[in-house]
């Protein structure tokens, strides 16, 4: 897997993309992060899923956005 630098913009517009469900999930986790933290708790075991089981929900929408990003600007020089 490649990693690659998502700009602020680039991760707006992944953002918008995902699927009702999954932006969904998304805020979900990070509130139920943002709640943990303010209580100064941490995520119980049975809660936390291991690298293996994560979903990374961005992961398509980034390349979708960088290449889309740079046919505009080749298509702009012309």
């Known amino acids: 897997c ?3 630098t998502i700009y602020e913009d680039e991760k707006d517009t992944s953002i918008r993309r995902l699927s009702e ?3 969904n999930h998304r805020v979900f986790c990070i509130k139920r992060a943002s ?4 209580r100064l708790q941490i995520l119980p075991k049975e809660q936390r899923t291991n690298y293996e089981e994560e979903k990374f929900h961005l992961e398509p929408h980034p ?6 990003r740079k046919g505009r600007a080749a298509w702009a020089k012309k």
């Open 35 to 38: 709640d943990l933290t303010m």
């Open 63 to 68: 390349r979708e956005v960088i290449w889309e």
């Open 21 to 23: 469900n999954l932006y």
């Open 2 to 4: 490649m990693m690659i």
